[in-house]
T-cell receptor, first 117, second 110 residues
Framework: GEEVAQTPKHLVRGEGQKAKLYCAPI?????VFWYQQVLKNEFKFLIS????????ETGMPKERFSAKCLPNSPCSLEIQATKLEDSAVYFC???????????????FGPGTRLTVL | DAKTTQPPSMDCAEGRAANLPCNHS???????VYWYRQIHSQGPQYIIH???NNETNEMASLIITEDRKSSTLILPHATLRDTAVYYC???????????FGQGTELSVKP
């Protein structure tokens, strides 16, 4: 598609439950990024993929968080045993490996708002 | 990637130019200046980027000082729909993560 799609739009989980978020990148984009926005203006990078391979996972919490990008499937971000502090909006972005001019504009999806009660 | 400093908030009258400053005194020679904005709670939107020359597109102009330690994003005729948080980001151009600072919350008023 021409836009990054994220599902669901809203997700409510009880503390300790699992949460799974999905992202369909723009067709032809081989890079996928996940960001977490906990408070207004505070973005945190989590992980990125180049096709199905992890490109950069330096922001990923070591415990409870995992992510995948498998061929012919939406990418996913999974949180095991959610905690109250995981409440945030999770944004996915995708980029083309080489656009005109050689830069890598990231196109963001609308986000998934996760609320942990 | 170099750190950026922006004022936390600014106001602008509708129809006037909005000039948003950004300091990036530790920028290195191969780092670009990018601007994104987030309107309400939507996903961030790319605006413009540059290395050392001034740049202009249909959305905005980017003025980078000769020493590249600061830049200004210019919205020539701000509208109410330009009310958003504007983020100045410095990074190398081979792709990779965006590191967002606190941004500038621009309020365009009638």
């Amino acid at each position: 598609g021409e836009e990054v799609a994220q599902t669901p739009k809203h997700l409510v989980r009880g503390e300790g439950q699992k949460a799974k978020l999905y992202c369909a990148p723009i067709k032809g984009h081989s890079y996928v990024f996940w960001y977490q926005q906990v408070l207004k203006n505070e973005f945190k990078f989590l992980i990125s993929f180049q096709n199905e391979n992890v490109f950069d996972e330096t922001g990923m919490p070591k415990e409870r968080f995992s992510a995948k990008c498998l061929p012919n499937s939406p990418c996913s971000l999974e949180i095991q045993a959610t905690k109250l502090e995981d409440s945030a909006v999770y944004f996915c972005a995708s980029s083309h490996p080489k656009l005109a001019g050689g830069y890598n504009e990231q196109f963001f999806g609308p986000g998934t708002r996760l609320t942990v009660l | 990637d170099a750190k950026t400093t922006q004022p936390p908030s600014m106001d602008c009258a509708e129809g006037r130019a909005a000039n948003l400053p950004c300091n990036h005194s530790t920028i290195s020679g191969n780092e670009y200046v990018y601007w994104y904005r987030q309107i309400h709670s939507q996903g961030p939107q790319y605006i413009i980027h540059g290395l050392k020359n001034n740049e202009t597109n249909e959305m905005a102009s980017l003025i980078i000082t000769e020493d590249r330690k600061s830049s200004t994003l210019i919205l020539p005729h701000a509208t109410l729909r330009d009310t958003a948080v504007y983020y100045c980001i410095v990074r190398k151009n081979q792709g990779g993560k965006l590191i967002f600072g606190q941004g500038t919350e621009l309020s365009v008023k009638p």
